[in-house]
């Protein structure tokens, strides 16, 4: 099968994606990511606001792709482990758009998690975030469920997320936040 | 009791520990993705503190990045510091933000509404 190069170009430039990756997240690369995105929001000259806003939005995406992946480990399957990234910017707004495997039974959960987000307010969510932290079991690797909070607080946005079936054990979650100016 | 000191990486804070001056600072960002481990020593080390503290301890929290990894952890420290205070060291906690950085200010005043500790809003220009 001949890969249309072309045709991924075209659409990520028309979508105006700065940066794409697909693969195994590790702490380096997302040291390296977070550097690249860095300067390129210093190119931009962005306001510091807007950039620490993008910037630490984006630390909790990928993070959570990262312990994410570090949950579904044992499976030791490449195709499951891999996951998706991509960072773009469409007038004046910035995308962060991931992709992770999901097993379907953890769906409702994940489902449920996220509603319960998308129907609070912003003080209800301050809220939510203080009661999360203050009491809320801290997972091993130090997660213990803020990150979606926060992203939901930082953007001001309902959480945009899909679930794409794959197979009997497992779909493909998509989530896309965006960050208006 | 000396002094300690963890040097910044990109995805860490730097941290001193000045014990005989009773003076904590935390700078720089910290993004680690395993937040447990970098602040443990720290931990330990204010629990070692707490047994022989100075009159006053004074606190400045310097963040330009945190995630939500290291706020549980932040909270953890925030907590000693709290039964510190309690314990006949009166403590305060400087916090530190960038002019305009709203998000930064709103994280200081989420931890002011949880720990009974003098917190000090700090803000510094760009």
Known sequence: MMLNIYEFYDKMERNNIMLSFKGDITSELLTSVLQIMESKLDTLQEEPKIKKKVYNVLVECLQNLYHHLDEVSQDQNEKIRSAIFMIGKIDNSYNIITGNYIKNSNIEGLKKRLDDINVLTKEELKEYYKLVLNNGEMSLKGGGGLGMIDIARKTGQKLNFDFSPVDENYSFFSLNIKISQ | MEKISIEGTPKTPTIT???????????????????????????????????KPQSTTSVNIQLEYFNTSSSKCILDVFKKLEAINKGGSAVTINWYYEEDDEDMLEAGEDYQAIINVPFKMVQVSE
Do not use: H
């Open chain 2, 17 to 51: 520990f000045d014990t005989a001056k009773g003076f904590l600072e935390i700078k720089g960002r910290s993004i680690p993705e395993n937040s447990i481990e970098f602040y443990k020593p720290l931990v330990d080390w204010l629990e070692k503190y707490s047994g």
